[in-house]
Structure formats: C-alpha cells, structure tokens
C-alpha cells in the first residue's frame, strides 16, 4: 500500500460508495460528486444493499480517524477489501 497515496484513495473510494448509495436511496444524479459514471454506478447501485454500502462508509471513515495514529495501512487496506467482498 502505497503511504503517500493511501488517504487519497480512501476519500475517492468513500465518495463512490457514498455516490451508489445515494442512487440505492433514490437521489437525483445532481446530488453526485462522480455524475459523470452515473450510469456506472446505477448498474452497481441496482445490487447493493444500502445498509452495507453504509456499513463500508463507517469503515472507511473508522480507519480515516485510526490513521491518525499511524495504523498499519496494508493491514488496514488488506481487512477493509475482505469486508468489501464478503457478502
């Protein structure tokens, strides 16, 4: 895991996760950050569950704050992608 890119690539990570589940829970493509893979983004919204999209958000953001305590980031990355692909 790259250090110098990590934080960078959870935020971009959290605003696409953020932006399906925006489109599980309805909301118009203007409320997106990523409108221009909406329709990328409606095909992996229309077989998500809102709740675990949620749930990944709060991951994200839990290992954003443990950052900050200089967490092992692969260790981190390596369990947030395990969570990623359980269902």
Do not use: C, Q, Y
């Not at 690539?9 to 399906?20: N, P, W």
């Not at 443990?66 to 692909?85: E, G, H, S, T």
């Amino acid at each position: 895991v790259d250090s110098d890119f990590f934080e960078e690539d959870l935020g971009l990570m959290l605003s696409l996760i953020r932006d399906t589940w925006s489109i599980t829970l309805g909301e118009s493509e203007g409320t997106l950050v990523h409108i221009d893979i909406f329709h990328d983004l409606e095909i992996i919204a229309n077989g998500s569950d809102p709740k675990r999209l949620a749930g990944l958000m709060a991951e994200i953001e839990s290992i954003r704050e443990r950052l900050a305590v200089n967490i092992n980031r692969k260790l981190a990355a390596d369990d947030l992608f395990a969570k990623m692909a359980a269902r």
